[in-house]
C-alpha cells in the first residue's frame, strides 16, 4: 500500500476553488452554501455518504450542471457558467462516475479521445506511450471494445483517458467504486503516482479510509453541506469522521 | 410479367433510397436522441431544389447532386437551429413535436411555392437500361446504388478516420463523457444535422429521378419509411440502419409482386409495430447493446390552471346553447358544429396524451374507424343512426384499445411511434379491405343526422346535437378527471416506475383510459360520416392526428375546457378569417413550434 504522502506541500495557492455554491435540481437544493479549495498540486478528497451532493460537485466543477448561485475559479480565472469543453480545455481532466468510457470503441479510440482537445499529434502519440508505460496492462488491450473490459482495466483506461489531455487537474468520481480490493489498492497507487507526477487531484470518494491514505487534504460533504474539513494525516484518526458517516447514513 | 430478378432489383435500389433517410435519422438520433419528423421535408426540398436546378438552370446531373447536397445541409442546419437547439433542457417528447411543426411549415411551404400538383422530375438516364440474366437494370438504378454504397463508404471513412467523425461517434455513446473530453456537442449536432440532410435530400432527387414524379406529398410517406427501417435496424444503429432499410426495400417489392401496390405500406408498418413490440432495439442489435436510454413521453410542463368555476362553465355552455336563436347566421352555426366535433376528439386526446400520459400520434384512425363503423352500421345494417353514433363510439375504442394495448409497454418516443403506425395501418386496412369498406372508392350515400327518429335538417338542430353531445361528455371527463381513478393516471403518468411500486397494474388503467377516450373520438368520426355524407379512407388523415394533438396542447394537456377551446380557435378562427386551406396547415405548423417552445403549458394550464 501506498505510504501517507509526507511531504505535502505547503499550503499552496489554490488551483480550484469553489464559493458559495448553492445547486438545486428542480425544487430540491443539493448544495447549501458549499466552499472548497483545492491546492496546486494535492489531492483533495470530497467525502461524504450516498445522495450527499459529491457527484453534482463535480459536474459544477466541469460544467455540467450549473450552480444556481456561487462561483468556480480556476488557475486564478472564474469558470462559472463555462460550456463543459471549455472548462476541460482549461486543463481539467474528469474520470466520471462509473468511468463511462466510449463502450463501442477501441481502447486505442478512447485514449485518444482524451486528447480530443489537442492539435499536437506528434505530442500526442508520445504521451499515447507515456500513458501505456503507467498502465502497462493497457498495452495488450488496445485494440479491444473498451466495452468488454473488466471494470479495474475500464477504470484505468478511464484514467489513462483523462491523463491523455494533459490536464493540470483531474476530477475523479469514486474510483474505486465496484472493484475488487486487489484493484482498489492499484487504482490508488496510480493516483498517487499520476499526482507525483505534478497533476492536481480532486476526488470524491465514499469509502474514507482509503481515500485517506492517499490525500493531503479532505472535505466531508453532508447532505449538501461540509460538516467537516482539514489535513488528511488529521482526519485519518478523527472519529468525526466515523460519525459523520453513520449521521448521514440514519438520516438517509 | 417482371421476373423475380426486377423485383429483386428494385427492392434493393428502393432499399438504397431509403437507407439514405434512415441512415441520417440514424445519425441523429444518435448524437440528440431525436426522432427527425422533419426529415421527409428534407427530402422533399432536396428533390424540389433538383427540379429547379433541372428544369429552369438545366444543371448537368453532377452539379444538381451538388446544388441540392447545400440545399440539404443549409436546410438541416436550420431544423437544428430552430427545432432542437432551444429545446435542450425540455421534455424529450418536445423536439420531436418541434420537428412535427416543422415539417408542417416546410412541406406547406414547398406546396405553395410550386403548387401540390405533381411534378415531372426529367432525367436522360431513365431511359437506359441494361441486360441482366432474364432481368434489366437501368442507368439510374446503377446510379442510385453507387451513391448509396458511395455515401455509407464515405460515412463509414469520416466516422472512422477524422476528428470530427470520432466526436459524432462519442457523443452519440455517451455525451456527456463526450463533453468531458472537451467535444462540442453542439457542434457535433450542427454537424450531423447538416450530414444527414444533405443525404436525405439526395434521396429526394433520386427518388423523382427514378420514377419521373415529385409532389409535395412525399413528405410524410418519406419520413415513416426512414423510421421504419431505423427502428427495424436498431434507433440509433448507422449499419442498422443501412440494413434494415434494404430488408424494408425487399420486402416492399415482393410485397407487390404478390399482394399489389396498395399493399405495399400495410407490410411497412406491419412490421414496424412487431419489431417495436417484440424487439424493441431492432433486429441486429447485440445483446451486448444496452438499449438506447428511456426517454419519458410526459410533456406536462408544470402549471397552475386556470381555474374556471362550475358555474362559469355552465353559463358559457347556455350561452352556447342559445346562440343558434340569437344569431341564426348558418356559416357561423356550421362552423363551431365543426369545432365542437373537434372538440370531441380533443376531449379523447387530452384525455390519452394529457392525462395519462401517451402521446398519440395516430389519433385520427379513431375517428376513421367511428365514421365507418356508424356509416356501415346505418348504410348496410339499416341501424337508426343515434344508434349507429352510440355503437361506432363503442367499436372505436374496442378495437383502439386492442389495438393500442401491446405498445402500452412503450416508453416515450417509442409509444408515439406505434401509435402513428398504427393509425397508418387502419387507413390502409380501410382502402385495402373492399368487401367491407368498399377501398378506394369510400361510402357514398350515408344516411343523414337523425335521432329517435327526427332527421336534423337544419344547421340549427345539428349545431345543438353535437353541442349536446360535447357538453355530455366534457362533463363525464370533468367527473372522471375528480374521482380516484383520475387521480390514479396522473399519479402514473408522472412517476410510472413509482405507480408500479404501489401495485397499480399500468396496462389496465392505461387501457381503460384509452377506451374511454376512445369513445369521444369514434363518436366525433360517426357523427362527422353523417354530415358529410360521403367518407373515404383519406377523409381522417394523419394531418388531422396532428390538429388534435395541437388542439390539446394548445388547450392544456389534460383540461377538459381547453381542449374545447383550443378547438374553437384552431377550427373556428381560420374559418372566420376565410384563412385558404393551404395556409391552415401552415398555421398549425407554426402554432404548433411556438407552443412547444414558449408555452408548453397551453392557453389554460396543464391538469
Ligand atoms: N439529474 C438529477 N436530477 C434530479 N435530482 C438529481 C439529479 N442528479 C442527482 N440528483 C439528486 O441529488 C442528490 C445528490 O446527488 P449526487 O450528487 O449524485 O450524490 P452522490 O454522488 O453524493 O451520491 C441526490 O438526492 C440525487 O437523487
Ligand atoms: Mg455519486
Known amino acids: 500500500m501506498t505510504s501517507a504522502p509526507s511531504t505535502a506541500p505547503q499550503p499552496a495557492e489554490p488551483l480550484l476553488a469553489l464559493e458559495g455554491i448553492n445547486t438545486f435540481y428542480g425544487p430540491v437544493q443539493v448544495h447549501f452554501d458549499l466552499s472548497l479549495k483545492v491546492g496546486r498540486g494535492h489531492i483533495v478528497c470530497l467525502l461524504g455518504g450516498n445522495a450527499s451532493g459529491k457527484s453534482t460537485t463535480m459536474k459544477i466543477i466541469l460544467g455540467l450542471v450549473k450552480p444556481a448561485s456561487g462561483s468556480v475559479h480556476f488557475a486564478g480565472q472564474p469558470i462559472t457558467g463555462l460550456p463543459t469543453p471549455q472548462i476541460v480545455r482549461r486543463g481539467v481532466g474528469s474520470v466520471p462516475e462509473a468511468r463511462r468510457l466510449f463502450g463501442e470503441m477501441s481502447v486505442r479510440e478512447n485514449l485518444l479521445m482524451g486528447a480530443f482537445t489537442r492539435k499536437d499529434q506528434r505530442a500526442v502519440a508520445q504521451d499515447l506511450d507515456r500513458v501505456l508505460g503507467l498502465f502497462p496492462k493497457l498495452a495488450e488491450r488496445l485494440t479491444q471494445r473498451a466495452g468488454t473490459l473488466s471494470g479495474g482495466e475500464q477504470q484505468m483506461v478511464a484514467m489513462a483517458r483523462a491523463l491523455m489531455g494533459r490536464p493540470s487537474m483531474i476530477c475523479m468520481d469514486e474510483p474505486t467504486m465496484g472493484l475488487s480490493p486487489l484493484w482498489v489498492d492499484r487504482v490508488l497507487d496510480l493516483i498517487a503516482t499520476i499526482n507525483r507526477e505534478g497533476v492536481t487531484v480532486f476526488m470524491v470518494e465514499q469509502n474514507a479510509s482509503l481515500a485517506l491514505e492517499i490525500a493531503h487534504h479532505a472535505y466531508v460533504l453532508q447532505t449538501g453541506r461540509i460538516v467537516l474539513d482539514g489535513p488528511a494525516a488529521t482526519l485519518r484518526t478523527d472519529p468525526r469522521i466515523r460519525d459523520a458517516y453513520l449521521g448521514g447514513q440514519d438520516a438517509g | 410479367m417482371s421476373s423475380w430478378i426486377d423485383y429483386t432489383i428494385n427492392g434493393i435500389i428502393i432499399g438504397n433510397i431509403y437507407a439514405l433517410l434512415a441512415v441520417g435519422l440514424a445519425l441523429i438520433f444518435g448524437v440528440s436522441r431525436l426522432i427527425n419528423f422533419a426529415h421527409g421535408s428534407v427530402y422533399v426540398v432536396g428533390a424540389y431544389a433538383g427540379f429547379v436546378a433541372v428544369t429552369q438552370l438545366g444543371t448537368p446531373l453532377p452539379l444538381t447532386i451538388v446544388i441540392v447536397v447545400a440545399v440539404g445541409a443549409l436546410l438541416g442546419l436550420g431544423i437544428e437551429r430552430f427545432g432542437l437547439r432551444p429545446l435542450q433542457g425540455y421534455a424529450h417528447i418536445a423536439p420531436l413535436l418541434a420537428t412535427i411543426g416543422l415539417s408542417f411549415v416546410l412541406d406547406q411551404l414547398v406546396q405553395l411555392t410550386f403548387s401540390p400538383d405533381p411534378r415531372a422530375l426529367p432525367s436522360e438516364l431513365l431511359e437506359r437500361r441494361f441486360q441482366v440474366g432474364s432481368g434489366t437494370i437501368g442507368a439510374l438504378d446503377i446510379l442510385i446504388a453507387a451513391v448509396g454504397i458511395g455515401s455509407a463508404a464515405l460515412l463509414y471513412y469520416f466516422l472512422r478516420f477524422t476528428r470530427l467523425g470520432w466526436a459524432i461517434r462519442a457523443t452519440a455513446q455517451d455525451r456527456d463523457a463526450a463533453q468531458q473530453m472537451g467535444v462540442d456537442v453542439n457542434a457535433v449536432n450542427r454537424a450531423v444535422f447538416a450530414i444527414a440532410s444533405a443525404l436525405g435530400a439526395v434521396s429526394g432527387l433520386l427518388v423523382g429521378m427514378y420514377y419521373n414524379y415529385i409532389d409535395p406529398a412525399m413528405s410524410f410517406q418519406a419520413t415513416l419509411k426512414g423510421v421504419v427501417a431505423q427502428v427495424v435496424g436498431g434507433v440509433g444503429n448507422v449499419p442498422g440502419a443501412i440494413a434494415g432499410s434494404m430488408l424494408l426495400g425487399i420486402v416492399e417489392s415482393y410485397g407487390i409482386a404478390l399482394f399489389g401496390t396498395s399493399y405495399r405500406n400495410l407490410f411497412a408498418f406491419i412490421l414496424l409495430v412487431l419489431v417495436l413490440v417484440l424487439r424493441p432495439n431492432g433486429l441486429f442489435a447485440s445483446r451486448r447493446q444496452t438499449p438506447p436510454e428511456p426517454m419519458t413521453g410526459t410533456f406536462i410542463a408544470p402549471s397552475k390552471p386556470i ?41 379523447s386526446l387530452t384525455l390519452i396524451a394529457g392525462t395519462v400520459g401517451l402521446i398519440s400520434l395516430g389519433h385520427a384512425a379513431l375517428l376513421a374507424i367511428g365514421g365507418y363503423a356508424s356509416a356501415l352500421l346505418s348504410l348496410d345494417l339499416g341501424m337508426p343512426v343515434g344508434a349507429s353514433i352510440l355503437l361506432a363510439g363503442v367499436i372505436a375504442a374496442a378495437i383502439g384499445t386492442i389495438l393500442v394495448f401491446p405498445s402500452f409497454r412503450l416508453r416515450g418516443h417509442y409509444f408515439s411511434i406505434a401509435t402513428l403506425a398504427i393509425g397508418e395501418i387502419v387507413s390502409l386496412v ?31 338542430s345539428i349545431y345543438w346535437f353535437a353541442l349536446a353531445v360535447l357538453v355530455i361528455l366534457a362533463a363525464l371527463q370533468f367527473r372522471l378527471l375528480g374521482s380516484h381513478l383520475g387521480r390514479t393516471l396522473r399519479a402514473m403518468r408522472d412517476d410510472d416506475i413509482a405507480a408500479r411500486s404501489y401495485g397499480i397494474g399500468l396496462d389496465r388503467y392505461k387501457a381503460l383510459a384509452f377506451s374511454v377516450g376512445s369513445f369521444a373520438a369514434g363518436v366525433s368520426g360517426g357523427i362527422t360520416s353523417h354530415l358529410y355524407s360521403y367518407i373515404n379512407h383519406e377523409t381522417f388523415n394523419s394531418q388531422l392526428s396532428i390538429l388534435a394533438l395541437t388542439i390539446v396542447i394548445l388547450g392544456g394537456m389534460g383540461n377538459v375546457t381547453g381542449a374545447i377551446l383550443g378547438s374553437v380557435l384552431l377550427v373556428g378562427l381560420p374559418e372566420v378569417f376565410r384563412v385558404a386551406a393551404e395556409y391552415r396547415v401552415l398555421i398549425y405548423g407554426l402554432v404548433l413550434l411556438l407552443l412547444v417552445r414558449f408555452r408548453p403549458q397551453g392557453l389554460l394550464g396543464t391538469i
Do not use: K
Open chain 2, 430 to 460: 380501410i382502402l385495402n379491405w373492399e368487401s367491407v369498406t368498399r377501398g378506394p372508392i369510400g361510402v357514398a350515400g350515408i344516411p343523414p343526422l337523425s335521432i329517435f327518429g327526427f332527421e336534423l335538417d337544419t344547421d340549427r
Open chain 2, 307 to 347: 381555474q374556471i368555476s362550475y358555474p362559469v362553465l355552465i353559463g358559457i355552455a347556455v350561452v352556447m346553447a342559445l346562440l343558434p336563436l340569437v344569431l341564426p347566421n348558418p356559416y357561423v352555426l356550421q362552423t363551431l358544429t365543426n369545432a365542437w366535433l373537434y372538440g370531441l376528439l380533443g376531449l
